[in-house]
Structure formats: C-alpha cells, structure tokens
C-alpha cells in the first residue's frame, strides 16, 4: 500500500495574506466547502488573533466547513504566545477535529532582527507555547518559521525541542523560497534521521515561490520522508505565493512511477476550485499557469495539432477531464440556446441557474448578435460580471458619456439603489474619469481609487472589455471591484461600483446616496 500525504490546504490564512485577496467571511466559507469536496485532509482557515474578522470567519468555517468522518480538520494558527493560542483554541473549539499550528521564528537573522532572543530563549520558548497548547488540544503543528535559513544543528534542536513538548506534526517552512530541492531534500532526511522522536510524529512542508521552487521543493520533501504538504489553490500566498496545491497533486498523479506516494483529492474538482479562489479573489490565473491556466490544454502549433489529432499523448501528459477542465470547446454563437451556455459555463467551472443565468444569456446574446464566436474568456467575463452584481447594493442601470477633444468629458450615471434609482451627472477629464465622479457624487464616496485597468478578453477590434478596480479604504484596506462589456465605460462603471459596494459593506453600513442625487 503506498504511503499517505495529508494536503494541508492554507488557501484562507496564508493565500489570503497576498496583496489585494482579501475575503469576505462568506466568501472564506464557500471556499472552505469547495475545498472539503476537494478532498483536502486540512484546513488551516485563518489567524484567529490578527482581527475580530477573521478570528469570526475561522469560528464559522469550524462550525460549518464540513462535519461528518470524512471532513477536513480544521486549523487555526497562532503565534508562539499564550493569547494567540487560547483565541486560535476558542475560534476552533466546535471543529469536527480541531488542531492548532503554533510557530515560532529560528533563522539568524528573525532571532537577531526580528524577536531579539538567543538561541536558549528560543528553545525556552518553543517547549513552553507547545507544552501549553498541547495540554489544551490534542494535536499540535509546530512549525520553525524561516527552517530554511537555519542553521542545521539548531533546526535539530528547535524540532527535538517541540517533539519533548507534546508537538504531533513538525512542518519545515522554507518561508522565503531560499532553498534548492536537494537541499531542501536533505534538511527533511537530516530530521528524520537526526532527531530523537521524529519518526513517531508527521513532517510537513512549507513552501515558497521566490525563486519559483516552492513545487519543486515540496516534492523534493516528500521524497525524503515529509507526509503533509501545505500548500494554496492556484499558488496564492505571500510575495510571490506558496506551493500551488494542483501542482503538487498532478505530479504525485502523473508520476506514481517516481513517488508512489497516495493522496485524497478528487482531481476532477482542480479546475472548479480554481476558478472559485481566483473570482473571489480577483486575482487572475496566469494563461500558461501549470494545470488549470487557460492555454494548459489548448495547441496552437502546427506540429503540435497534427501530432494531437493522431494521439493525445503525443503532447499531452494528462486529460483535462482528470482535473476537471473543459474537454472539448463548442463554437458559441448567436445560434446557440440557454441549456448549451449552462453547459459550457459548467464545463468552465461555473453553476449557474435561475435569474443569474438568464441575465447572462441575455447579455451572451446581444454579444453574440454582434460578433461571429464567443470565446470561453468571453464567457468567463460576463459571469464573473453577473456573480459580482448579484450581491450588489448600488448596481449600474444607464449610463451616458459624451467625449470631447478639446475639452472636459461629461457622464449622466443611473444606480439602481436599495428603495430608488438616483442619477447624477458629472465631468472629468477624461470619459471613465467623469464616470467615476457621477458615481462618488451618488454615493457619496469615502474611498480611494488606487488602481484601476482595462483588458480586452482577445485582440479583436469587437473584445470584450475588462475592467479591475481597486479602491482604499480606512488604514490602507484595498477593495477590488470587475466588470465587462464591450463599452469600456459601461465596464469601468461596473467595476467601480463593485468595489464601491464591496468597501462600503466592509467598512460600515450602507446608507442612502446623498440628497442631491435625484
């Protein structure tokens, strides 16, 4: 029988921490469930004592990510300190199997820089916080931040340290991507080997990309004898992200001949769960990212198609149906009925019924009346634009622009509010720039625009525009906002009202727009 590999899944802590991918509590609970049927083994669903918000999102996700035999434990992290411990231990309390992932920092330069102990300190440290979260939950994950800058004989005696004090899993986290597979390989074989204790509890692997080998370094630890990986959907993370969880899995799949190591995914929810992360948090997949990009399957090159129309292996390695992406591509046109754009949206990752869907087939047809194909990019932006509508407040119901060469450009805007529709018009020095100020004038706006592009889902002169918006809020908080059309007005006013109402639902309740609107 071949060995097991628990999938530490850290999508909602350390995913999260990128730039600008921040989630709702309701969002971190639809992720949570998309990856319990993923088949993840854990769950590390946020840092309990870094805000009111998340310390709420991990309680609701331990409470309703998953129960029954098969559901993920559920994790939450805490810092080498008593108060991060008992708020991590009350977040998780009503967890079908709860556990807590304490660390503690151990390279040079944190000990030096960063916490300001010695070594014995450290030590000291490390013996007391996971003797005291051991005492209060049965599984505990210690993990040495910064284990690949280390030095080998202290890593020994940090892990040796935890071991003594009650630890069940030890994770290495190469926390800045410094290390070489070999290498990395190697620090996991010296544990195991070197220190008393080790072979009676699990290793686990941490990995970064900063030198694009967090997948390559993760592998490498299993190899050695490590039997947790941790590791997010789509290779979120900090800086340059973390070990992308379908990587990992696909090469454990596709090379059994090398690992012989056995997982629980269901490979065929990869794709799904991608597309899932990446809308609810903005952040794109890369088109030739590894297995669930969108060129990851498409052959443009001559030779490769002719060898792919005489035997798919010629060029491909794996199905696309093995990591649930769509197999085969239907022409979508203007001829094509709602059941056949239900299904096509299916294949992309994407259930849709009922209101939702019917307003995006009216918007699929009126493209498709204009243009000969729709594309699957095409269809991707509208639903995402239909998702991020669903639960707006304020929605964009007419817009008027009028652009002039030699002078201000002037935008009427209709919202759609909660009791009434209100319209404004304003000037700017540019179209999008008087679209923006109609909508500040009608809502009254506190935010800040910080970010704000414009991308065409082909090179056609008839493309449908995307437009992403980012506005800041109170202590620097960034809000994202998406919408397309092939009017790129239309689509930037979309865009900015979602990351309006995103900001203004986070930030306190959303009142009426100001009087003057009318």
């Given at each position: 029988?071949?060995?097991?590999?628990?999938?530490?899944?850290?999508?909602l802590?350390?995913?999260?921490?990128?730039?600008?991918?921040?989630?709702?509590k309701?969002?971190?609970?639809?992720?949570?469930?998309?990856?319990?049927?993923?088949?993840?083994?854990?769950?590390?669903?946020?840092?309990?004592?870094?805000?009111?918000d998340?310390?709420?999102a991990?309680?609701?996700?331990a409470?309703?990510?998953?129960?029954?035999?098969?559901?993920?434990?559920?994790?939450?992290?805490?810092?080498?300190?008593?108060?991060?411990?008992?708020?991590?231990?009350?977040?998780?309390?009503?967890?079908?199997?709860?556990?807590?992932?304490?660390?503690?920092?151990?390279?040079?330069?944190?000990?030096?820089?960063?916490?300001?102990?010695?070594?014995?300190?450290?030590?000291?440290?490390?013996?007391?916080?996971?003797a005291?979260?051991?005492?209060?939950?049965?599984?505990?994950?210690?993990?040495?931040?910064?284990?690949?800058?280390?030095?080998?004989?202290?890593?020994?005696a940090?892990?040796?340290?935890?071991?003594?004090?009650?630890?069940?899993?030890?994770?290495?986290?190469?926390?800045?991507?410094?290390?070489?597979?070999?290498?990395?390989?190697?620090?996991?074989?010296?544990?195991?080997?070197?220190?008393?204790?080790?072979?009676?509890?699990?290793?686990?692997?941490?990995?970064?990309?900063?030198?694009?080998?967090?997948?390559?370094?993760?592998?490498?630890?299993?190899?050695?004898?490590?039997?947790?990986?941790?590791?997010?959907?789509?290779?979120?993370?900090?800086?340059?992200?973390?070990?992308?969880?379908?990587?990992?899995?696909?090469?454990?799949?596709?090379?059994?001949?090398?690992?012989?190591?056995?997982?629980?995914?269901?490979?065929?929810?990869?794709?799904?769960t991608?597309?899932?992360?990446?809308?609810?948090t903005?952040?794109?997949?890369?088109?030739?990212?590894?297995?669930?990009?969108?060129?990851?399957?498409?052959?443009?090159?001559?030779?490769?198609?002719?060898?792919?129309?005489?035997?798919?292996?010629?060029?491909?390695?794996?199905?696309?149906?093995?990591?649930?992406?769509?197999?085969?591509?239907?022409?979508?046109?203007?001829?094509?009925?709602?059941?056949?754009?239900?299904?096509?949206?299916?294949?992309?990752?994407?259930?849709?019924?009922?209101?939702?869907?019917?307003?995006?087939?009216?918007?699929?047809?009126?493209?498709?009346?204009?243009?000969?194909?729709?594309?699957?990019?095409?269809?991707?932006?509208?639903?995402?634009?239909?998702?991020?509508?669903?639960?707006?407040?304020?929605?964009?119901?007419?817009?008027?622009?009028t652009?002039?060469?030699?002078?201000?450009?002037?935008a009427?805007?209709?919202?759609?509010?909660?009791q009434?529709?209100?319209?404004m018009?304003?000037?700017?020095?540019?179209?999008?720039?008087?679209?923006?100020?109609a909508?500040?004038?009608?809502?009254?706006?506190?935010?800040?625009?910080?970010?704000?592009?414009?991308r065409?889902?082909?090179?056609?002169s008839?493309?449908?525009?995307?437009?992403?918006?980012?506005?800041?809020?109170?202590?620097?908080?960034?809000y994202r906002?998406?919408?397309?059309?092939?009017?790129?007005?239309?689509?930037?006013?979309?865009?900015?009202?979602?990351?309006?109402?995103?900001?203004?639902?986070?930030?306190?309740?959303?009142?009426?727009?100001?009087?003057?609107?009318?």
């Amino acid at each position: 029988m071949e060995p097991y590999v628990r999938i530490f899944d850290t999508t909602l802590r350390d995913g999260e921490q990128s730039p600008g991918a921040t989630m709702t509590k309701a969002e971190k609970l639809s992720v949570a469930r998309a990856l319990a049927q993923l088949g993840v083994d854990i769950i590390e669903a946020g840092f309990p004592a870094a805000s009111p918000d998340d310390f709420l999102a991990v309680q609701t996700i331990a409470i309703e990510g998953g129960q029954g035999p098969y559901a993920p434990s559920i994790w939450g992290l805490a810092r080498a300190q008593k108060g991060d411990i008992d708020r991590a231990l009350r977040a998780i309390e009503r967890a079908h199997k709860p556990r807590i992932h304490t660390f503690l920092a151990t390279s040079p330069i944190h000990r030096r820089a960063k916490l300001r102990m010695s070594k014995e300190e450290v030590i000291d440290r490390i013996r007391a916080m996971v003797a005291y979260a051991s005492e209060r939950c049965g599984d505990v994950e210690f993990s040495p931040e910064d284990a690949g800058r280390t030095e080998v004989d202290f890593l020994h005696a940090a892990v040796g340290a935890a071991i003594e004090a009650g630890a069940t899993t030890i994770n290495i986290p190469d926390t800045v991507g410094y290390t070489q597979p070999a290498e990395f390989g190697a620090v996991i074989a010296g544990i195991i080997e070197g220190v008393p204790g080790a072979r009676d509890v699990v290793l686990s692997v941490h990995c970064h990309n900063d030198l694009g080998l967090a997948a390559a370094n993760t592998l490498a630890g299993l190899r050695a004898g490590a039997r947790q990986a941790e590791v997010t959907v789509n290779g979120i993370g900090e800086r340059a992200g973390n070990t992308a969880l379908e990587e990992v899995i696909m090469a454990l799949e596709t090379r059994r001949d090398v690992f012989g190591l056995a997982h629980g995914i269901d490979t065929r929810r990869l794709y799904p769960t991608s597309r899932l992360v990446s809308e609810v948090t903005g952040m794109e997949v890369q088109p030739n990212k590894a297995i669930v990009g969108r060129n990851a399957f498409a052959h443009e090159a001559g030779i490769h198609q002719d060898g792919m129309l005489k035997h798919h292996e010629t060029y491909e390695i794996m199905r696309p149906d093995t990591v649930g992406a769509p197999r085969t591509e239907l022409v979508m046109g203007k001829h094509s009925g709602r059941r056949a754009l239900q299904s096509r949206l299916r294949e992309l990752g994407y259930e849709l019924s009922g209101d939702i869907l019917d307003h995006a087939f009216a918007r699929f047809k009126a493209l498709a009346d204009r243009r000969k194909q729709v594309t699957n990019a095409d269809l991707e932006a509208l639903v995402r634009d239909e998702v991020e509508q669903e639960a707006e407040v304020f929605r964009l119901a007419q817009l008027e622009v009028t652009s002039r060469t030699d002078g201000a450009c002037s935008a009427k805007v209709v919202v759609e509010g909660p009791q009434r529709r209100h319209e404004m018009a304003a000037t700017g020095s540019g179209a999008v720039d008087a679209v923006f100020n109609a909508i500040d004038r009608i809502l009254g706006s506190r935010f800040e625009l910080s970010d704000y592009q414009l991308r065409a889902t082909n090179g056609g002169s008839d493309a449908l525009g995307e437009a992403h918006v980012r506005v800041r809020g109170r202590e620097g908080r960034t809000y994202r906002g998406f919408g397309s059309d092939q009017d790129i007005n239309v689509a930037s006013a979309r865009a900015y009202l979602s990351a309006q109402n995103r900001a203004l639902a986070a930030e306190g309740a959303i009142d009426a727009p100001r009087k003057e609107a009318s």
